[in-house]
């Protein structure tokens, strides 16, 4: 068996967060979770980070560090959105508050960090705005020529869901997502095109609850307000990239007229720097992702 992918999840919980990563966690035999990394996006700094410690506490991984990192966007104030996940980003769950403090040190540079003294390559999941990533993309460029893979949920081709034009992660800091899309890591992009129509049927969800704690608070999460598994897609790519179908693709994002502020640019080009998701095999996905969840039983 090959040894587990070794990864950092940069996230912003945010249900489809959490989903992310309990599965993520429940495949620590393929991926090996090095560290989460927290930024500003769903909800606020502190609201995010005290979220991810709750899951990885929920989850039985109190061993896994977390560390707080930007808590604004580059250029521009902060919106969280509560209305979609709770005041608490975990609305609905019932997961217990955090037993132990966040771990001390800054997301970005803890990020600079694991990447140096990795002896292989590491692979970084990026679930929320991407501001930590370009903070330490620009202090370091060099960072991208030692990444595995960049997988990020974000942008769309079309509609987006933030706005009619944007798609949430990259609206929130757009300057952000041009930094990182324009780095040399090879970069895997999950668009609100694919992402928006995973969504199973409600007995699906409810299937959960005999999972445990995470799975509990899924279904729990879920009966209180659906949504798509957006973030849950990286997670599953890592574990299963059989199920997707890519295209090569130029990607831009338009940082400067603010009314299509955060809008990607996704042209197919056979040259293209970029990897975007097209098309998932959702009978497969959803059986493997209740198949991996059942360890937690």
């Avoid at 966007?73 to 037993?99: V, Y």
């Avoid at 202090?139 to 990020?152: C, G, H, S």
Wanted: with cysteine; hydrophobic share 45%; proline share 7%.
């Amino acid at each position: 068996m090959a040894e587990p992918l070794d990864v950092i999840f940069d996230t912003d919980p945010g249900k489809d967060d959490a989903f992310a990563l309990f599965l993520a966690l429940a495949a620590s035999d393929r991926l090996n979770v090095l560290a989460l990394t927290t930024a500003a996006g769903n909800l606020g700094l502190e609201t995010t980070t005290a979220a991810a410690r709750r899951i990885v506490e929920a989850a039985g991984r109190s061993d896994i560090p977390v560390y707080s990192g930007c808590p604004a966007p580059l250029l521009s104030t902060h919106e969280p959105i509560p209305h979609f996940h709770g005041a608490d980003g975990l609305g609905g769950s019932g997961l217990p508050q955090m037993a132990r403090r966040p771990q001390a040190g800054h997301a970005v540079t803890k990020l600079i960090e694991l990447i140096d003294k990795a002896s292989a390559p590491l692979t970084l999941a990026a679930i929320a705005p991407l501001t930590n990533l370009a903070v330490a993309l620009t202090m370091r460029p060099d960072l991208a020529a030692k990444l595995a893979r960049l997988v990020i949920m974000g942008g769309a081709r079309a509609a987006g869901n933030i706005t009619d034009h944007a798609e949430f992660n990259i609206h929130v800091d757009p300057h952000a997502a041009q930094i990182v899309l324009a780095a040399s890591a090879p970069t895997v992009l999950v668009p609100l095109d694919v992402t928006r129509p995973t969504l199973p049927e409600p007995h699906w969800f409810d299937g959960l609850a005999g999972f445990g704690v995470p799975g509990r608070a899924l279904a729990r999460m879920w009966r209180e307000r659906a949504m798509p598994l957006h973030d849950v897609i990286v997670t599953a790519y890592l574990l299963w990239p059989d199920l997707f179908a890519l295209e090569r693709c130029r990607v831009e994002v338009d940082v400067d007229d603010q009314e299509t502020r955060g809008r990607t640019r996704i042209e197919a080009c056979a040259d293209g720097p970029i990897d975007v998701v097209a098309d998932i095999d959702r009978k497969r996905l959803y059986e493997n992702i209740v198949s991996t969840l059942s360890v937690y039983r």
